[in-house]
């Protein structure tokens, strides 16, 4: 049961996320990618802030951001949001500067590429993955190139979201360690706090322009994928991240291109071919594919054998 409610708190979030891709696409026109990171990240480490108060006066009557945490879990909070910031500060980065320069359908294929790199970096840090996973995350990634029509070639664009992936995949693994060790909505409150820290000094070091007529229009922007894609969605999937196997999480996950197509029809009055929805399908049986506990139905058939 708990599987369940951490699959559907990850379903969540990827709606949010894909709807996301419209909103940050737009933003590119106002403010530059370092800005729109940090004014996002602001906002979602506010809407937090306001939440974790409100938890703690509904169940301890009292204000304190540690909570009943010891001396171990205040430094695995620390750790945690300060690893969870640093990768997803370069992630977001990455993709808000990719998307400048290519289409959203092709932006949510390439960041999609975190589905193929998770179970190998597993690899590396001795995690055992099953196998079907692996064949569900090849079915994933074939229909979400379908969905978002492939790659002709690669470009500053290209290669930007490509390094988001792989970003995004560490992110991941670095949530995967920390979910079950921190309060999620603290580690995700950090998170947010230092990402908003770390992209205020990058955005000044590099120069980029702070136009208070470009934040202003963009406002809807960031408030949206701060409160909803930062607060909201990446706390959901920090709560999921506890219950759910790393991988099965990147291939809900994946799910998100297939909002993203939704959001873009909905937002941006774009339509749906028959090639899309084929990957849209195919997506969706991958999902179905890695929520079969695999594990379970491999040690009935050793207790058969004895």
């Known amino acids: 049961m708990q599987k369940f409610w951490a699959s559907i708190a990850m379903l969540v979030a990827t709606v949010i996320w894909g709807t996301a891709f419209s909103a940050q696409s737009e933003s590119t026109k106002y403010v530059d990618a370092l800005l729109f990171v940090a004014l996002r990240s602001f906002v979602g480490t506010g809407a937090l802030c306001l939440v974790i108060m409100f938890f703690d006066l509904v169940k301890e009557k009292k204000l304190s951001f540690w909570g009943n945490a010891g001396k171990t879990a205040k ?72 969905l978002c029509g492939g790659i002709q070639t690669v470009g500053k664009g290209e290669f930007f979201v490509i390094l988001c992936a792989f970003l995004y995949a560490g992110h991941i693994m670095v949530i995967d360690h920390y979910a079950a060790k921190c309060d999620c909505i603290r580690l995700s409150c950090v998170q947010f706090a230092a990402a908003t820290v770390f992209s205020v000094i990058a955005s000044l070091l590099a120069g980029e322009r702070w136009c208070l007529s470009g934040i202003t229009a963009s406002l ?3 408030i949206f994928c701060g409160v909803g894609s930062s607060a909201i969605a990446f706390t959901l999937q920090i709560a999921a991240q506890k ?6 999480a990147t291939l809900l996950m994946s799910l998100e291109s297939v909002f993203a197509v939704a959001g873009g029809y909905l937002f941006l009055q774009e339509k749906l071919s028959g090639r899309e929805l084929a990957g849209c399908c195919i997506i969706l049986i991958a999902t179905i594919l890695a929520q079969i506990p695999w594990k379970k139905k491999e040690n009935l058939r050793k207790e058969k054998n004895c």
């Open 243 to 248: 219950y759910l196997h790393p991988v099965t």
């Open 220 to 222: 809807p922007f960031w």
């Open 75 to 146: 430094k695995d909070l620390l750790l945690g949001g300060l690893f969870c910031g640093i990768a997803i500060t370069s992630a977001s980065f990455c993709q808000q500067l990719g998307i400048k320069y290519i289409s959203a359908g092709k932006t949510g294929f390439l960041t999609a590429l975190y589905i193929l790199i998770v179970p190998f970096l597993g690899l590396f840090l001795k995690r055992k993955t099953p196998f079907p996973l692996y064949i569900a995350s090849g079915i994933a990634l074939a229909g979400t190139y379908l």
